[in-house]
């Protein structure tokens, strides 16, 4: 009876210990007190400002963001790659519906051109940029910042016909995907760029408005990843940004309010 006492015994020892090691955490697994953010590159900046508010707020707790283009936040999405949350234009939002928790429209942006300070290339309207001696940046076509540039370019065309679209592209000197890079090329390797209005900056730049008839209007939102390893946290990151501190930040950085 003693002996079978203790066989008892040992088989309910390795069963706790069994159910010890099934609920601990798997290796890798996010620590609760860090959030994995997704942003798009353009809003680096707004949320730069909005991560220092939010690690003031959550004592240790650590935001870490990774600025990305718009296609590859996307695909980083649809592969489930470790993210607690996303900051990215709608249009990629709404092909992830099924991986990311409901979406919360945080801000808007339009297009402009950007120039060097001295405008070598005399930039005055969208017209300009098929002017021959241009040099201009843009997103690449699979990019955000590529196709509202892209977008921009078609709807001129309407008034200024297929050679306008013809000359601006053979005017392009580089594609990027990261907005910051089309940016960054003006008055190096570029003389203009198709960016966001909330790239805009007056000490670097002169910035040139592109008519309403042929600008477009982008729509950024957040969300929680439904893989997140901290929804809770990531869900308060969300809700300071889409609230209204987040919105004052975002407002000084040039993006329009969300409708």
Do not use: C
Not at 94 to 118: A, H
Not at 127 to 148: E, F, H, Q, R, Y
Not at 234 to 255: E, M, S
């Amino acid at each position: 009876m003693r002996s079978n006492a203790l066989k008892i015994a040992a088989i309910g020892a390795v069963g706790a210990v069994a159910v010890f090691v099934s609920a601990a955490p798997k290796p890798g697994a996010a620590a609760s007190n860090e959030v994995i953010a997704l942003v798009a590159s353009n809003a680096k900046g707004a949320f730069t400002e909005i991560i220092k508010d939010f690690e003031s707020k959550h004592k240790g707790v650590t935001v870490k963001a990774k600025y990305l283009g718009g296609a590859t936040i996307g695909k980083m999405v649809d592969e489930q790659e470790p993210a607690d949350m996303v900051l990215v234009g709608s249009s990629i939002i709404d092909k992830d519906t099924q991986l990311l928790g409901t979406p919360i429209p945080v801000l808007r942006n339009r297009e402009v051109i950007l120039v060097p300070k001295n405008n070598p290339a005399n930039i005055k309207t969208i017209k300009d940029i098929a002017n021959p001696g241009v040099k201009l940046a843009m997103g690449t076509p699979g990019s955000a910042v590529g196709k509202l540039a892209s977008q921009v370019i078609q709807n001129a065309a309407a008034t200024y016909g297929f050679e306008f679209v013809a000359n601006a592209r053979k005017n392009i000197v580089l594609q990027a995907e990261k907005g910051s890079d089309v940016v960054g090329a003006v008055g190096g390797t570029a003389n203009a760029a198709v960016a966001f209005e909330s790239d805009k900056d007056d000490a670097k730049y002169v910035t040139i408005p592109i008519e309403d008839k042929f600008n477009v209007v982008s729509t950024y939102d957040v969300a929680v990843t439904k893989n997140s390893k901290n929804a809770a946290m990531a869900k308060d990151l969300v809700d300071l940004v889409a609230g209204p501190a987040g919105q004052a930040v975002l407002k000084k950085f040039n993006y329009m309010a969300p409708k």
